[in-house]
């Protein structure tokens, strides 16, 4: 009886994580929600879902579903929460230290460097080679990937 209960509290939260990307993709759009987090709209250049992980410590990777959002000055992550946008990461372009994207197929990665930080952002081909053009033309230097980061596979790129 017991397993039955976890084995059902287990679905149930596998159903919430796959509706939280839908619920990504869904305010992506929603300029309310954006201004209500603080974001200027006039200098928004992306605002992209994206299946992320902020990789600071030899820990493994926990990734997580974000709105990622470029301004003409920073990026910024923001989870969903209670209808919500929630800060995760706020970077000005100043701060990043390099930027690199690996993949092939439709897995692609950008992985975005600052201060013994790495930023990996799981999100479609022509969308990681738009940011990467984007940040590398506005003064963020390219540097060569860590070999993709995975979930669930500890990766320490802080020895690499």
């Not at 596998?14 to 201004?35: G, H, M, N, Y």
């Amino acid at each position: 009886m017991r397993f039955l209960f976890v084995l059902g509290l287990l679905c149930i939260s596998a159903v919430c994580a796959a509706a939280s990307f839908s619920q990504i993709k869904r305010i992506a759009d929603d300029d309310a929600l954006l201004e209500n987090a603080g974001v200027s709209l006039r200098e928004v250049q992306f605002r992209l879902p994206c299946l992320g992980a902020i990789i600071e410590t030899s820990d493994p990777p926990e990734f997580s579903n974000y709105l990622f959002v470029q301004s003409s000055n920073e990026l910024n992550l923001f989870s969903l929460e209670d209808g919500y946008l929630l800060s995760e990461v706020q970077l000005k372009l100043t701060a990043i230290e390099g930027v690199a994207f690996t993949g092939a197929g439709a897995h692609f990665q950008l992985q975005i460097f600052s201060h013994r930080r790495v930023i990996a952002l799981f999100m479609e081909r022509d969308k990681v080679q738009a940011v990467y053009a984007w940040l590398t033309d506005h003064g963020a230097p390219a540097r060569e990937p860590l070999p993709p980061i995975n979930k669930g596979v500890s990766t320490n790129p802080f020895r690499l």
